[in-house]
Each structure stands twice: as structure tokens, then as C-alpha cells.
């Protein structure tokens, strides 16, 4: 009986440990996972910008990923000075927004609309 104890033990501490490994990936890691997987399947990537009343103002493609960040906190208020999403296009171009966006896998601009 303890020997199976034992094994149950070593099998739950074995799950334990790979559960946490798993949820305490960084991000970065998550990210770089994303990307090996695009470039593995070949996949392009295109964003789209819309004003606040939901315009577009912007279509283009992705090279990569797009990334979220909030600018530091600025002095005692606790408040984030601004978020930005960014990213840098198929010639190398960088792109920095705060409007808000969608990201897909296909060209919408080269999406014909049945009306």
C-alpha cells in the first residue's frame, strides 16, 4: 500500500511542477510560441485602425505580431500615462497607435461584399 503511496505522490508532485511551469510562461515566451507557430504555417497577419466612432483610417499588414503596452505609471496617481499597440509592417516600417484595432488573418480590404 505505502508503494503506491509513493508512486501517487511522485505522479501528483510530477503534475504540480508541470502545472506551474506551464502557467508561469512569460509572456514573451507565449509570444515567441505565436510567432514560431505564424511563421510555421505561413500565415500574414493585417491590422486594421478605426477612429473612435468606429471609422477605419487605417489597413495594413503585419510583420510578426502586434504588441500591446501601457507607458510606465507616471508620479503618485497611479495612472498609466497612456497604451499603445505597435508593430512594424512587411518592409521593416515601425507603427505605434492608440486607436483601437483588429487583427486578422486575411486581407479585409480584399474581401468583395455581396450586397
Given at each position: ?63 510578426g505580431k502586434v504588441t500591446r503596452s501601457s507607458a510606465a505609471l507616471s508620479g503618485d496617481s497611479g ?37
Open positions: 500500500m505505502q508503494r503506491y503511496l509513493k508512486r501517487y505522490f511522485g505522479v501528483a508532485l510530477a503534475l504540480a511542477v508541470l502545472g506551474a511551469g506551464v502557467v508561469a510562461c512569460r509572456s514573451e515566451t507565449q509570444n515567441q510560441l505565436r510567432r514560431n507557430l505564424q511563421d510555421f504555417t505561413g500565415s500574414q497577419m493585417y491590422i486594421t485602425l478605426y477612429t473612435l466612432d468606429g471609422v477605419p483610417v487605417f489597413e495594413g499588414t503585419v510583420d495612472q498609466a500615462s497612456g497604451s499603445y499597440v505597435f508593430w512594424y509592417d512587411d518592409r521593416g516600417r515601425y507603427h505605434q497607435s492608440s486607436l483601437p484595432y483588429l487583427v486578422t488573418s486575411y486581407d479585409r480590404s480584399a474581401e468583395v461584399t455581396g450586397d
